[in-house]
DNA sequence: ATATTATGGATGCATGATGTCCACAATATT
DNA sequence: AATATTGTGGACATCATGCATCCATAATAT
């Protein structure tokens, strides 16, 4: 129940960029400004590239960008990039592997949780995380 | 981000006694029904008893009991007993081993998805997740 | 005295997270 | 065209942890 290296290593990396949407950064430049082992970073990217969150360049002079703005990048499209679709217990998504499924009563805590959670995640976006954005909690639109 | 099966496996476990809070239950009793392995099981009673969630008497006719009603015994209690404290991430408690802390912008979000799981954790008793009770959501005191 | 039950410790095993390496494809620059 | 740079994709290595088993021992009811 801990967020995973591998998801701080990916909003660390886009609020990095997020910071300069502009500018195009290279593996080399986010691994070294952001402490990231460089081909580990490579793989983490990939995902962030295949959801659509950032844009990648090949050659030369090559390197990432976001694809849209700041605002319009969910910290929940992160999250699923990373880990996948957000799940707190088996049993809520696959067939029904648990013999207790119908009788269980503890599902609909973890499920509270888990919209809790989700609401949160959908709700904050990189704009709210980056370095200017001053108000960690209130966010005025 | 998942429910461990350990912890799946406490609260079944205390559901099953919960139901009949007078009775004693072996290790035995509450693997066979609850389908928990029985070498396992007493790894994790062993925690429920050291956090004075259960009690446990030894010998024959021995087993466990809870040592307060239903209604009294929170999940959040559960978790911890079984996972240690909530803490979603790292640098959170420990001391500072990340170079980032101070300006770490996700922070606040971990913080915040952490509280409200404690929030529901905490408000949450086993009373809640006995088969009895109807209106999953809706807890009338 | 015996059978039953929990306790505590050591140990095994499998899985997944994290990290590394390398050959290759794309492309800007010369 | 040649070269250097950068991302891509896959295989592989390492390590920690969750899950599980086993056994010797302590407690205790009969």
New interface residues.
Partial sequence: ????KTL?YA??SL?YMGNDPVLKRSMKEISEHQ?IPLSYLAKIMRRLVKKGIVRSMVGPDGGYALRRSPKEIK?RDVYEAI?GE?????CMDRDNIC??YD?C??L???D??QM??IK??ED?TLQ????K?RG??ARPN
């Fill in positions: 129940m801990q967020v995973s701080d909003v660390r609020t402490h910290l880990e957000i799940r707190m217990v088996d013999v207790f009788s009563t503890q609909p805590v973890w509270k949780v809790s959670m949160i995640l904050t709210d995380m980056l370095s954005s960690k909690s």
